[in-house]
């Protein structure tokens, strides 16, 4: 050979193949390529010519030996893909906003101030979303590798979204209650530390009972965070069943319940903010106030759960 | 190249793959080496690459669809495979299956649209 380049390519495209098999490769290897070249020769090509075309012909070395190890030229096959969609987006849509509403709860709670607690949080999603967009595609390419038939959700006719009908879960229904969600959520958020009044010391004077803090607002978070997730679960089923019917219920009556107990307990409003406001310190005065927003409260939580199982009976 | 050659190239391409494992088997019933094959699959006017063949035979022997040789006696050591006989066995097959394609094709060809 006038060139290394033989060498170069046999011992690139030996590089990543298993010891046991490198000799006898390489043998073969070589006596293609002196072949092919030998060929071109007789042809009255130019030896270094010959040596360049036949090695270029055979093309990247890197893909020559990914076909004699048998190893995929791609991070995660056909076989594969369609299961490896649906779990990045179902964890892309249930993980991410839950984990990301109990950090921006907890934070809230450590009594952090809104613009660290909006940052971190954000910080955290992105951080999520990588995390889980890396390990869930190293482990489908793992699978991909491993030569195992990994049965990953194999699809069914159960499978099937349901066709969207009249009067049952539609994408704008949803998005409706997922703003109105995240806004009662932000709204109980963001209580604590912004109010229109503020204190003697210039401090922000809650709307809500600051004792609510210690239980009762961590708890209301992590209801109106699961019926996000009911929402969103919802469209994706695509009409009302019994079964969804029945967490409404029970999501209704875990948010209603302790809602009107609170209420009616007058453990609700903060007394310092009525008093601000010069409506004394009795702050829904003759009542009427509380029972306006029970009454509300009750009423939207039987109408929604009767209005679930009406759809689901359809 | 243009468009519509680089759409028949592709169709040319999709249509004979699985022209090259019968091609090989059928002319590995006499015992040939790598690049002996690449020029007689070529002169077959069989399309295929040097970096697919001579993975794929290696493939094909430890299917036990070929059986392989080393022949040093030679200017240079080369590897020679042959057709085994579960190889024969498979190209029979394939040979029937081709043929009742090719079969049915001309019928459709012949009926008139």
């Known amino acids: 050979m006038i060139t290394d380049l033989t060498d170069r ?19 073969e290897l070589r006596a293609s390529i002196d072949d092919a070249i030998e060929a071109r020769l007789s042809e ?16 990247d070395p890197d893909r020559l030996a990914a076909g004699y190890s048998g190893r995929p030229g791609y991070l995660i096959g056909p076989e594969h893909f369609f299961a490896y969609k649906r779990l990045l987006a179902v964890l892309m849509i249930t993980v991410v906003p839950i984990v990301t509403a109990i950090i921006a709860v907890l934070q809230v709670i450590a009594g952090d101030d809104i613009g660290s607690v909006f940052a971190e949080t954000l910080g955290m999603a992105i951080a999520l979303v990588v995390h889980i967009a890396f390990w869930t595609t190293l482990v489908f390419a793992v ?8 049965p990953t959700s194999r699809w069914t006719l159960d499978s099937l979204p349901a066709l969207p009908r009249q009067e049952s879960a539609t994408l704008g229904d949803t998005i409706g209650s997922l703003v109105f969600l995240v806004f009662a959520i932000a709204a109980i ?8 009044v503020t204190g003697d010391t210039g401090t922000p004077v809650s709307f809500f009972d600051p004792e609510l803090w210690s239980f009762w607002f961590p708890y209301f978070v992590v209801v109106l965070t699961a019926e996000i997730v009911f929402e969103i679960t919802k469209y994706r089923v695509g ?40 409506w004394g310190s009795e702050p829904a005065g003759d009542g009427t106030l509380v029972m306006v927003a029970v009454v509300i409260i009750g009423l939207i939580a039987i109408w929604d759960v009767i209005d679930g199982f009406r759809k689901a009976k359809k | 190249m243009t468009y519509d050659e680089a ?11 699985g022209s090259v494992l019968l091609a090989c088997l059928l002319i590995l019933r006499s015992p040939g080496y790598g690049y002996g094959l690449l020029e007689k699959l070529e002169t077959a006017g069989v399309d295929v690459d040097a970096n697919t063949l ?22 240079r050591p080369r590897k020679y495979y042959a057709t085994s006989e579960q190889g024969m066995d498979l190209a029979r097959e394939l040979m029937s299956s081709w043929l009742d394609v090719t079969r049915t094709l001309e019928e459709l060809n012949r009926e008139e649209p």
Do not use: C
């Not at chain 1, 809602?259 to 008093?275: D, G, H, K, M, R």
């Not at chain 2, 001579?54 to 006696?73: A, C």
């Open chain 1, 9 to 27: 390519y046999v011992g690139a495209t030996l590089r990543s193949i298993p010891e046991n098999q490198r000799a006898d490769i390489e043998a």
């Open chain 1, 44 to 59: 009255g090509t130019e030896a270094k010519t010959a040596e360049q075309e036949v090695l270029e012909a055979l093309g």
């Open chain 1, 143 to 150: 699978i991909e590798r491993s030569g195992e038939k990994v």
């Open chain 1, 189 to 196: 958020v963001f209580s604590r530390n912004v109010s229109p």
């Open chain 1, 239 to 278: 009409s009302w069943t019994w079964a969804l019917a029945s967490v409404n219920l029970a999501l209704n009556a875990l948010f209603a319940i302790p809602a009107i107990y609170l209420l009616t307990s007058e453990q609700i409003f903060n007394p310092v903010f009525f008093e601000r406001i010069g």
């Open chain 2, 7 to 17: 759409h028949l190239e592709a169709h040319l391409k999709e249509l004979r793959r």
């Open chain 2, 54 to 75: 001579y993975p794929m035979l290696r493939r094909l022997e430890k299917q036990g669809l070929l059986t392989s040789e080393w022949d040093t006696d030679g200017p």
